[in-house]
């Protein structure tokens, strides 16, 4: 089974920080997703990775970046934090050409902006 | 809008009762999914399902493409049932789940 591994799990932080969110798969998967949950919607992509170097939006990629350094690892960065970027962030990846393999998730990292 | 609707929103089950949850999406797919969300948040991987039937053990996924729908059916629900079901299509649009509530 594919690991994911995200850090911190939980995190808080006053509007305007930065934060950094990340995460690590050890199985080489060419895809790497980030997701927010949030009540009544269900989870968001905000950006998605095909690559190392490589970055693709999502469908809510406003407020935020990403930078993917290696196969490996998968970063979201805020820079200017606000309490609308409260939420559940998930991390995914999958192997395979499109992003249409099966996701494999890390737990979750529950980030409050206050 | 919306490309994936799950119904129903919530369901309650005495333990024992079957269940029947649905997603239905507004595009064409290769990739179809759903997903246990546990009570305290962790996402299982139920089934990578993008068309026909599969099934693990009390579980059933069934997907018909040109219908654009996927149904999951729980057997015999058990009370560790209980939490969210999320389908997913092409690993980017997600449902917002059924809540499954299961009782003795």
């Known amino acids: 089974e594919a690991a994911v591994t995200q850090s911190p799990r939980n995190k808080v932080t006053v509007t305007g920080g930065n934060v950094t969110l990340s995460c690590r798969q050890t199985n080489s998967h060419n895809y790497m997703y980030w997701y927010r949950q949030d009540t009544g919607h269900g989870l968001r992509l905000i950006h998605y990775s095909y690559g190392a170097g490589n970055l693709q939006i999502g469908d809510v990629p406003d407020g935020y970046k990403a930078t993917r350094t290696t196969q490996e690892d998968f970063f979201l960065l805020l820079e200017l934090a606000s309490p609308s970027q409260t939420s559940l962030y998930f991390c995914?990846?999958?192997?395979?050409?499109?992003?249409?393999?099966?996701?494999?998730f890390g737990h979750g990292t529950k980030l409050s902006v206050l | 809008g919306q490309q994936v609707q799950q119904s129903p929103a919530s369901l309650v089950l005495q333990e024992g009762e079957n269940a029947e949850l649905q997603c239905n999406f507004s595009?064409?797919?290769?990739?179809m999914q759903w997903f246990y969300q546990r009570p305290e948040g962790s996402l299982v991987s139920l089934f990578y399902?993008?068309?026909g039937t599969k099934q693990s053990g009390r579980l059933t996924s069934t997907t018909v493409i040109k219908e654009r729908r996927s149904s999951l059916h729980i057997s015999s629900s058990q009370i560790t049932d209980s939490g969210t079901y999320l389908c997913?299509?092409?690993?980017?649009?997600f449902g917002k789940g059924t809540s499954l509530t299961v009782i003795p």
């Open positions: 595009t064409s797919l290769n990739s």
């Open positions: 399902n993008p068309s």
């Open positions: 995914a990846s999958s192997e395979g050409q499109g992003g249409t393999e099966r996701l494999f």
């Open positions: 997913a299509i092409q690993n980017f649009y």
